[in-house]
Antibody
Framework: EVHLVESGGGLVQPGGSLRLSCAASGFTFSSYWMNWVRQAPGRGLEWVATLKHDATEQYYVDSVEGRFTISRDNAKNSLILQMNSLRVEDTAVYYC??????????WGQGALVAVSS | DIQMTQSPSTLSASVGDRVTITCRASQSVNSWLAWYQQKPGKAPNLLIYDASTLESGVPSRFSGSGSGTEFTLTISSLQPDDFATYYCQQYNTYQVTFGPGTKVDI
Protein backbone atom coordinates (compact mmCIF):
# COMPACT_ATOMS: atom_id res chain seq x y z
CA GLU A 1 0.00 0.00 0.00
CA VAL A 2 1.26 3.45 -0.92
CA HIS A 3 2.06 5.70 2.03
CA LEU A 4 3.26 9.30 1.99
CA VAL A 5 4.02 10.96 5.33
CA GLU A 6 5.02 14.62 5.58
CA SER A 7 7.01 16.09 8.44
CA GLY A 8 8.85 19.27 9.32
CA GLY A 9 6.01 21.75 9.46
CA GLY A 10 5.73 24.40 12.14
CA LEU A 11 5.66 28.10 13.00
CA VAL A 12 8.30 30.36 11.48
CA GLN A 13 8.78 34.11 11.27
CA PRO A 14 8.59 35.97 7.96
CA GLY A 15 11.93 35.74 6.19
CA GLY A 16 12.74 32.45 7.88
CA SER A 17 13.35 28.98 6.49
CA LEU A 18 11.76 25.58 6.90
CA ARG A 19 12.44 22.15 5.43
CA LEU A 20 9.62 19.73 4.75
CA SER A 21 10.18 16.03 4.23
CA CYS A 22 7.96 13.37 2.75
CA ALA A 23 8.68 9.72 3.53
CA ALA A 24 7.40 7.37 0.83
CA SER A 25 6.72 3.66 1.09
CA GLY A 26 4.77 0.92 -0.67
CA PHE A 27 5.98 1.69 -4.19
CA THR A 28 9.16 2.11 -6.22
CA PHE A 29 9.79 5.74 -5.30
CA SER A 30 12.63 6.21 -7.80
CA SER A 31 10.24 5.56 -10.71
CA TYR A 32 7.77 8.36 -10.02
CA TRP A 33 7.60 12.10 -10.48
CA MET A 34 6.61 13.74 -7.19
CA ASN A 35 4.93 16.99 -6.21
CA TRP A 36 4.21 19.45 -3.43
CA VAL A 37 0.74 20.99 -3.34
CA ARG A 38 -0.43 23.48 -0.71
CA GLN A 39 -3.72 24.72 0.64
CA ALA A 40 -4.01 27.96 2.57
CA PRO A 41 -6.58 28.00 5.40
CA GLY A 42 -10.09 28.00 3.95
CA ARG A 43 -8.75 28.20 0.39
CA GLY A 44 -8.33 25.93 -2.61
CA LEU A 45 -5.46 23.78 -3.78
CA GLU A 46 -2.32 25.31 -5.25
CA TRP A 47 0.36 23.29 -6.97
CA VAL A 48 3.83 24.31 -5.70
CA ALA A 49 6.50 22.16 -7.36
CA THR A 50 7.16 19.00 -9.35
CA LEU A 51 10.31 16.88 -9.56
CA LYS A 52 11.13 14.24 -12.14
CA HIS A 53 11.88 10.72 -10.92
CA ASP A 54 15.63 11.12 -11.52
CA ALA A 55 15.70 14.74 -10.28
CA THR A 56 16.86 16.09 -13.64
CA GLU A 57 13.83 18.34 -14.13
CA GLN A 58 11.92 20.50 -11.67
CA TYR A 59 9.14 23.01 -12.05
CA TYR A 60 7.74 25.62 -9.68
CA VAL A 61 4.76 27.92 -9.40
CA ASP A 62 5.91 31.48 -10.09
CA SER A 63 5.23 32.68 -6.54
CA VAL A 64 7.87 30.36 -5.01
CA GLU A 65 10.45 30.33 -7.82
CA GLY A 66 13.86 31.25 -6.39
CA ARG A 67 12.73 30.77 -2.77
CA PHE A 68 11.73 27.09 -2.64
CA THR A 69 13.75 24.07 -3.77
CA ILE A 70 12.33 20.61 -4.38
CA SER A 71 14.71 17.68 -4.14
CA ARG A 72 14.69 13.96 -3.49
CA ASP A 73 16.82 11.15 -2.10
CA ASN A 74 15.84 8.02 -3.99
CA ALA A 75 18.03 5.85 -1.76
CA LYS A 76 16.02 6.97 1.25
CA ASN A 77 12.62 7.19 -0.50
CA SER A 78 12.38 10.79 0.56
CA LEU A 79 11.06 14.01 -1.03
CA ILE A 80 12.19 17.38 0.33
CA LEU A 81 10.92 20.94 0.06
CA GLN A 82 13.40 23.55 1.25
CA MET A 83 11.54 26.81 1.84
CA ASN A 84 13.53 30.03 2.26
CA SER A 85 12.50 33.69 2.57
CA LEU A 86 9.09 32.61 3.81
CA ARG A 87 6.19 35.02 3.58
CA VAL A 88 2.92 35.25 5.47
CA GLU A 89 1.15 34.17 2.28
CA ASP A 90 3.07 30.88 2.31
CA THR A 91 1.00 29.80 5.32
CA ALA A 92 -0.74 26.57 4.29
CA VAL A 93 -1.02 22.85 4.68
CA TYR A 94 1.62 21.33 2.39
CA TYR A 95 0.86 17.98 0.78
CA CYS A 96 3.28 15.60 -0.85
CA UNK A 97 1.65 13.83 -3.83
CA UNK A 98 2.67 11.18 -6.32
CA UNK A 99 2.24 11.52 -10.07
CA UNK A 100 0.70 8.76 -12.09
CA UNK A 101 0.88 10.04 -15.61
CA UNK A 102 0.40 13.60 -14.50
CA UNK A 103 -2.64 13.22 -12.25
CA UNK A 104 -1.90 12.99 -8.52
CA UNK A 105 -2.99 9.55 -7.40
CA UNK A 106 -1.71 9.39 -3.83
CA TRP A 107 -1.39 12.18 -1.27
CA GLY A 108 0.07 12.47 2.21
CA GLN A 109 -1.91 13.75 5.18
CA GLY A 110 -0.28 17.18 4.98
CA ALA A 111 2.05 19.31 7.12
CA LEU A 112 1.03 22.74 8.42
CA VAL A 113 3.38 25.64 7.81
CA ALA A 114 2.49 28.87 9.60
CA VAL A 115 4.43 32.04 8.81
CA SER A 116 3.78 34.74 11.36
CA SER A 117 5.59 37.24 13.55
CA ASP B 1 -0.28 30.02 -17.25
CA ILE B 2 -3.50 28.17 -17.89
CA GLN B 3 -6.35 29.44 -15.71
CA MET B 4 -9.11 27.13 -14.55
CA THR B 5 -12.63 28.12 -13.56
CA GLN B 6 -15.40 26.02 -12.06
CA SER B 7 -19.14 26.49 -11.84
CA PRO B 8 -21.02 26.65 -9.68
CA SER B 9 -18.85 27.56 -6.70
CA THR B 10 -21.43 26.06 -4.35
CA LEU B 11 -24.14 23.56 -5.14
CA SER B 12 -26.98 22.60 -2.83
CA ALA B 13 -28.37 19.16 -3.56
CA SER B 14 -30.16 16.21 -2.02
CA VAL B 15 -29.41 12.53 -1.80
CA GLY B 16 -30.36 10.89 -5.08
CA ASP B 17 -29.91 14.04 -7.19
CA ARG B 18 -27.95 14.05 -10.42
CA VAL B 19 -25.18 16.62 -10.03
CA THR B 20 -23.04 18.23 -12.73
CA ILE B 21 -20.00 20.43 -12.16
CA THR B 22 -18.35 22.33 -15.00
CA CYS B 23 -14.67 23.16 -15.36
CA ARG B 24 -13.29 25.49 -18.02
CA ALA B 25 -9.70 26.13 -19.07
CA SER B 26 -8.38 29.42 -20.46
CA GLN B 27 -6.81 27.48 -23.33
CA SER B 28 -6.96 23.93 -24.59
CA VAL B 29 -5.65 21.26 -22.24
CA ASN B 30 -6.61 18.44 -24.62
CA SER B 31 -7.81 15.67 -22.29
CA TRP B 32 -5.19 16.32 -19.61
CA LEU B 33 -7.65 16.96 -16.83
CA ALA B 34 -8.33 15.33 -13.48
CA TRP B 35 -11.04 15.64 -10.84
CA TYR B 36 -10.50 15.35 -7.08
CA GLN B 37 -12.81 15.12 -4.09
CA GLN B 38 -11.78 16.68 -0.79
CA LYS B 39 -13.48 16.43 2.58
CA PRO B 40 -12.73 18.83 5.45
CA GLY B 41 -9.39 18.17 7.12
CA LYS B 42 -8.46 15.46 4.62
CA ALA B 43 -6.19 15.22 1.61
CA PRO B 44 -7.76 15.27 -1.85
CA ASN B 45 -8.74 11.98 -3.47
CA LEU B 46 -8.34 11.35 -7.21
CA LEU B 47 -11.65 10.50 -8.90
CA ILE B 48 -11.13 10.92 -12.65
CA TYR B 49 -8.03 11.35 -14.80
CA ASP B 50 -7.44 12.00 -18.50
CA ALA B 51 -10.85 13.73 -18.45
CA SER B 52 -12.97 10.57 -18.40
CA THR B 53 -11.07 7.62 -16.90
CA LEU B 54 -12.40 6.49 -13.55
CA GLU B 55 -9.71 5.91 -10.94
CA SER B 56 -9.64 2.41 -9.50
CA GLY B 57 -11.93 2.02 -6.50
CA VAL B 58 -14.04 5.09 -7.28
CA PRO B 59 -17.79 4.38 -7.49
CA SER B 60 -19.25 4.22 -10.98
CA ARG B 61 -21.77 6.97 -10.17
CA PHE B 62 -18.89 9.38 -10.87
CA SER B 63 -18.14 10.16 -14.50
CA GLY B 64 -16.17 12.75 -16.42
CA SER B 65 -16.39 14.10 -19.92
CA GLY B 66 -15.07 16.83 -22.16
CA SER B 67 -11.93 17.86 -23.98
CA GLY B 68 -10.19 21.03 -25.02
CA THR B 69 -11.47 23.78 -22.74
CA GLU B 70 -14.74 22.49 -21.26
CA PHE B 71 -15.18 19.56 -18.93
CA THR B 72 -17.86 18.15 -16.67
CA LEU B 73 -17.95 15.94 -13.61
CA THR B 74 -21.27 14.16 -13.10
CA ILE B 75 -22.49 12.30 -10.06
CA SER B 76 -25.42 10.24 -11.28
CA SER B 77 -27.12 9.75 -7.90
CA LEU B 78 -25.70 11.75 -5.02
CA GLN B 79 -24.92 9.74 -1.90
CA PRO B 80 -24.38 11.01 1.68
CA ASP B 81 -20.63 10.34 1.35
CA ASP B 82 -20.42 12.65 -1.68
CA PHE B 83 -20.95 15.91 0.17
CA ALA B 84 -17.51 17.46 -0.27
CA THR B 85 -15.55 19.95 -2.35
CA TYR B 86 -14.54 19.00 -5.89
CA TYR B 87 -11.54 20.37 -7.78
CA CYS B 88 -10.50 20.05 -11.39
CA GLN B 89 -6.82 20.14 -12.33
CA GLN B 90 -5.12 20.54 -15.69
CA TYR B 91 -1.80 18.94 -16.47
CA ASN B 92 -1.38 19.91 -20.10
CA THR B 93 1.75 21.80 -19.07
CA TYR B 94 4.29 21.28 -16.32
CA GLN B 95 2.77 24.36 -14.66
CA VAL B 96 -0.13 22.44 -13.20
CA THR B 97 -3.18 24.44 -12.11
CA PHE B 98 -6.28 23.65 -10.11
CA GLY B 99 -9.73 25.10 -10.37
CA PRO B 100 -11.10 27.06 -7.39
CA GLY B 101 -13.37 24.24 -6.27
CA THR B 102 -17.09 23.45 -6.08
CA LYS B 103 -18.59 22.74 -2.70
CA VAL B 104 -21.49 20.28 -2.77
CA ASP B 105 -23.68 20.57 0.29
CA ILE B 106 -27.17 19.85 1.44
Amino acid sequence: EVHLVESGGGLVQPGGSLRLSCAASGFTFSSYWMNWVRQAPGRGLEWVATLKHDATEQYYVDSVEGRFTISRDNAKNSLILQMNSLRVEDTAVYYCARNRGAALDHWGQGALVAVSS
Amino acid sequence: DIQMTQSPSTLSASVGDRVTITCRASQSVNSWLAWYQQKPGKAPNLLIYDASTLESGVPSRFSGSGSGTEFTLTISSLQPDDFATYYCQQYNTYQVTFGPGTKVDI
